[in-house]
């Protein structure tokens, strides 16, 4: 998606677990990025999921 998504996404992963640390000690926050593109390119896809450490069910994400 970009150069530092993946900084960005564990910098995200760490505040996640803090803030919901704070709510209940049994919650565990995962989070992955979604990006999407602004203007359409050629060499892009235009919907972009960094699923490395999350497994979704793709059935979950259909309407």
């Not at 709510?23 to 602004?38: K, Y």
């Not at 450490?53 to 259909?62: A, M, P, Y």
Request: positive net charge; glycine residues 4%; contains cysteine.
């Amino acid at each position: 998606m970009w150069g530092y998504q993946h900084s960005f996404q564990r910098s995200a992963q760490r505040e996640a677990k803090n803030i919901f640390s704070q709510l209940a000690s049994n919650l565990e926050p995962h989070v992955f990025l979604v990006g999407v593109l602004n203007e359409k390119r050629d060499d892009c896809h235009p919907i972009c999921l960094n699923l490395k450490t999350v497994v979704i069910c793709l059935s979950n994400l259909q309407t």
